[in-house]
């Protein structure tokens, strides 16, 4: 298997490269050149945009970039060798010589995880690093890499043991630190005379998970992570915490220091997201916490909403009240399941804030918790809190689950907090919060703006146009926009239907305007790759009005999307109310102009065009701004 992934021709033995980025031009090319990518630029951004999320650069001049990537065609390991070193940012400040740029997949199969973790054994052994510098071609090179070790594998293991260790380890990216990481442990254990076993927390998922037996006959435990894993498992037992890095420098170091750690506590629960500021210390805690629900909201945000947008566009017919799909068609069917995923989406940005925060005792109040923020029916108000309380209620759950993990329980109880104690008390705290607290502030505002915006309609249409596009894209779903979608669709009724004109062109800028966004910044490096990719589902879902394709940027990087999606809005709905659009149906976005529900349809695509294009140039503009400010501070 190690054959197709690398090959002579994937070996380039003197580099010309002078700088870090020119290093990884030189291998993409190599990688272009034998078709195993299919674009140069989009794989140069992924593997920028994992250099980010920590530096890939290791002691004795050897770097491995990597990344997952749609731009692979065929998963592939470049190898390329510079003599006279290149700065690469490496932990012990000397050059880096030897550079293996893996290209995996994204969401392609796997076997090229488990060829690399053969990789990873030639890496650590000893001696090996040397002898690659001094091969004389290619085929000599190669030869190295594929040689078979002169012992088997389990002779590493000794006969009699001194103990049993477990090891934790896991990057970012999940492909090539995890299983370097995971080799070192094994290697420094079979020196010690232990016997270990690894969790792999990788791209191909949780791999060789220790037993709950196991755990108990653990004499330590090293959990070597830059990601988020279960730490609660591990109550009670001897354990150190560090980066995926530490065990590639010095695992039998690091196995010694956990032999003499103190027990771990669940409630001391500096969870491992916390061990990924080690990996970007520029990024903070709050950031994280927020990355790691967003993460996890992605897939429902555009499953729901493609499925939603497909059968509303196929199957939708424009009805005054809105688009609707008759009875009996399997449009309805899809519709239903999109609706699902869309109606979890908000509960799993809670809960997995929550449990970047506090670990799993946080997990089911955070998703409790988010479910109550988004159901208004539970404090009196017509719409819950949409995003902006879901995140609220995940960061509150996460801080008070800690706060209760952290108490020093009797040892009977101790293993009741995590399962038992913890997230009940955690979803009482939540549930009454907002029901007793936060709920009825909401309800009074939903019923002030309603007011508000029945009084200015008689007034000013510019500044009616602003109010209402400002609403319309400050939360996409939350109380200021369905306050302003419902008194639009009030409107309706009284025959005004100018209102729903503006609205209609406000609600699809958010997400059109941030899928263009994310085009316009993908060269500045200014969005993550799922960024990237979710702006792509995000302008479906704004050409059939679903204001909610927005919310994964604005709940990422809410200074400078929402601001954004705000004057965006703002335009759009101005335009309309001075072109005099009318709209006589409750829906929004290109698909109610193009089906002839709007008595300007192209008038009103410019609106909505316009008004993208306003959020998309602001948004791009916060962001760089946001990013010199960054790099200033760090320099």
């Given at each position: 298997m190690i054959t197709k992934l690398i090959n002579q021709d994937l070996?380039?033995?003197?580099?010309?490269?002078?700088?870090?980025?020119?290093?990884?031009?030189?291998?993409?090319?190599?990688?272009?050149?034998?078709?195993?990518?299919?674009?140069?630029?989009?794989?140069?951004?992924?593997?920028?945009?994992?250099?980010?999320?920590?530096?890939?650069?290791?002691?004795?001049?050897?770097?491995?970039?990597?990344?997952?990537?749609?731009?692979?065609?065929?998963?592939?390991?470049?190898?390329?060798?510079?003599?006279?070193?290149?700065?690469?940012?490496?932990?012990?400040?000397?050059?880096?010589?030897?550079?293996?740029?893996?290209?995996?997949?994204?969401?392609?199969?796997?076997?090229?995880?488990?060829?690399?973790?053969?990789?990873?054994?030639?890496?650590?052994?000893?001696?090996?690093?040397?002898?690659?510098?001094?091969?004389?071609?290619?085929?000599?090179?190669?030869?190295?890499?594929?040689?078979?070790?002169?012992?088997?594998?389990?002779?590493?293991?000794?006969?009699?043991?001194?103990?049993?260790?477990?090891?934790?380890?896991?990057?970012?990216?999940?492909?090539?630190?995890?299983?370097?990481?995971?080799?070192?442990?094994?290697?420094?254990?079979?020196?010690?005379?232990?016997?270990?076993?690894?969790?792999?927390?990788?791209?191909?998922?949780?791999?060789?998970?220790?037993?709950?037996?196991?755990?108990?006959?653990?004499?330590?435990?090293?959990?070597?992570?830059?990601?988020?894993?279960?730490?609660?498992?591990?109550?009670?037992?001897?354990?150190?915490?560090?980066?995926?890095?530490?065990?590639?420098?010095?695992?039998?170091?690091?196995?010694?220091?956990?032999?003499?750690?103190?027990?771990?506590?669940?409630?001391?629960?500096?969870t491992t997201a916390s061990t990924a500021e080690k990996a970007s210390q520029t990024r903070s805690d709050l950031y994280r916490y927020l990355m790691n629900g967003v993460s996890h909201m992605i897939p429902f945000v555009v499953t729901g909403g493609l499925l939603i947008a497909l059968a509303l566009a196929i199957g939708g017919e424009p009805t005054e009240a809105g688009m609707a799909i008759p009875d009996g068609s399997m449009w309805n069917q899809i519709l239903n399941v999109g609706v699902v995923a869309f109606t979890l989406m908000i509960p799993i940005l809670a809960g997995y804030i929550a449990y970047a925060i506090a670990d799993r005792p946080a997990l089911a109040p955070g998703l409790i918790g988010g479910w109550i923020a988004n159901n208004g029916s539970f404090y009196g108000a017509e719409a819950g809190t949409g995003f902006i309380g879901a995140i609220i209620a995940g960061l509150l759950v996460g801080y008070f689950v800690k706060f209760i993990t952290s108490i020093n329980y009797h040892k009977f109880i101790q293993p009741l907090v995590p399962i038992m104690i913890a997230p009940i008390t955690g979803s009482l705290f939540i549930a009454g919060l907002f029901i007793f607290v936060i709920g009825a502030p909401i309800a009074s505002l939903m019923d002030g703006l309603t007011a508000m915006l029945t009084s200015m309609s008689t007034g000013n249409v510019v500044l009616l146009g602003i109010v209402l596009g400002g609403m319309a894209g400050f939360d996409m779903g939350g109380p200021f926009n369905k306050v302003a979608f419902l008194f639009s669709v009030g409107m309706i009724a009284s025959g005004q239907t100018q209102f729903m004109g503006a609205m209609a062109c406000a609600i699809p800028v958010a997400p059109l305007g941030m899928a263009l966004a994310t085009v316009l910044g993908r060269k500045l490096e200014l969005f993550e790759a799922s960024e990237i990719e979710a702006g792509k589902a995000s302008g479906a879902m704004g050409l059939v009005g679903i204001s909610e394709g927005a919310i994964p940027f604005a709940a990422q990087d809410p200074m400078s999307v929402i601001p954004a999606n705000v004057l965006g809005s703002m335009v759009a709905a101005v335009m309309a109310f001075s072109f005099g659009i009318t709209n006589s149906v409750a829906h929004g976005g290109p698909v109610v102009a193009l089906l002839g529900a709007m008595n300007l349809p192209v008038l009103a695509l410019v609106c909505m065009a316009s008004g993208a294009v306003v959020t998309a140039l602001t948004c791009v503009t916060l962001k760089k701004i946001r990013k010199a400010k960054q790099i200033a501070a760090t320099a």
């Open positions: 070996i380039s033995l003197d580099l010309k490269a002078t700088t870090k980025e020119e290093v990884f031009l030189e291998l993409i090319d190599v990688l272009h050149a034998q078709g195993r990518i299919s674009d140069k630029e989009q794989f140069l951004a992924d593997i920028k945009a994992r250099e980010e999320l920590g530096n890939t650069g290791f002691e004795e001049g050897v770097a491995l970039p990597h990344a997952k990537s749609s731009a692979v065609i065929e998963p592939a390991v470049v190898i390329g060798v510079s003599r006279t070193g290149i700065e690469y940012g490496a932990e012990d400040g000397l050059p880096s010589k030897l550079f293996f740029m893996i290209a995996s997949p994204d969401g392609g199969d796997n076997h090229h995880i488990e060829v690399l973790a053969e990789l990873s054994s030639k890496l650590i052994e000893d001696g090996f690093i040397e002898r690659f510098f001094a091969a004389q071609n290619n085929h000599e090179a190669l030869a190295l890499l594929l040689e078979k070790p002169e012992e088997p594998t389990a002779a590493l293991q000794p006969a009699a043991s001194k103990g049993f260790v477990i090891g934790v380890t896991g990057c970012p990216a999940g492909v090539a630190h995890t299983y370097l990481a995971a080799e070192a442990l094994e290697k420094g254990a079979a020196e010690l005379g232990y016997e270990i076993k690894v969790e792999t927390n990788g791209s191909i998922g949780v791999k060789n998970s220790p037993t709950d037996e196991e755990i108990a006959r653990a004499d330590a435990i090293v959990v070597a992570c830059d990601k988020q894993v279960d730490m609660a498992r591990f109550a009670g037992k001897r354990l150190v915490e560090t980066n995926v890095k530490a065990p590639i420098r010095d695992a039998k170091g690091l196995i010694n220091q956990a032999l003499e750690a103190p027990a771990y506590q669940a409630s001391t629960n500096a």
